[in-house]
């Protein structure tokens, strides 16, 4: 494929982040800012892996344990971590991570399928991954983050 053809088929921008060893991105156009870490407030009888809610700028948003939501275990919070703040559907939402990376670029053609490795509650979030200078990235589907369905069977 020539590079005319290559960048005729580039199509999403990404924003890079670890969470542990692991990285990760979401599509730059769900994000609406980057902040660090603020102490959420508990909500009684949340989700498990909802640390609490945060005041931004006169609104409320809940913050997600991204780790905790993906199965790989729960974060401890630190000055350290950084607070995604993403659109989710209808909702803004706070999403816990370790730290933030890059700004990717790639086409949709260069992002593959997630191996079917049964009983891995990882899967269920990752819309596939992306192999970079050496790295291996996975491309999160934010939609399935607050899907509750797939949280009962995670």
């Given at each position: 494929?020539?590079?005319a053809a290559d960048s005729a088929h580039e199509g999403s921008e990404l924003i890079s982040f670890r969470i542990g060893e692991q990285e990760f991105?979401?599509?730059?156009?769900?994000?609406r800012e980057i902040r660090g870490w603020?102490?959420?407030?508990?909500?009684?009888?949340?989700?498990?892996?909802?640390?609490?809610?945060?005041?931004?700028r006169g609104a409320?948003?809940?913050?997600?344990?991204?780790?905790d939501r993906l199965g790989i275990g729960v974060?401890?919070?630190?000055?350290?971590?950084?607070?995604?703040?993403?659109?989710?559907?209808?909702?803004?939402?706070?999403?816990l991570v370790d730290a933030v990376c890059d700004i990717l670029s790639t086409a949709e053609h260069k992002i593959?399928?997630?191996?079917?490795?049964a009983g891995d509650p990882m899967q269920n979030f990752i819309r596939g991954l992306i192999?970079?200078?050496?790295?291996?990235?996975?491309?999160?589907?934010?939609?399935?983050?607050?899907?509750q369905t797939r949280a009962e069977a995670a």
């Open positions: 494929m020539t590079q991105c979401v599509d730059i156009m769900a994000v603020t102490p959420a407030t508990p909500v009684p009888h949340s989700q498990r892996f909802v640390k609490g809610v945060i005041n931004l409320v948003l809940p913050v997600v344990d991204l780790a974060a401890e919070e630190s000055a350290r971590h950084v607070i995604i703040v993403a659109q989710i559907r209808d909702r803004i939402v706070g999403l593959q399928r997630t191996p079917d490795l192999t970079l200078e050496g790295r291996m990235i996975s491309l999160i589907d934010l939609d399935l983050i607050l899907d």
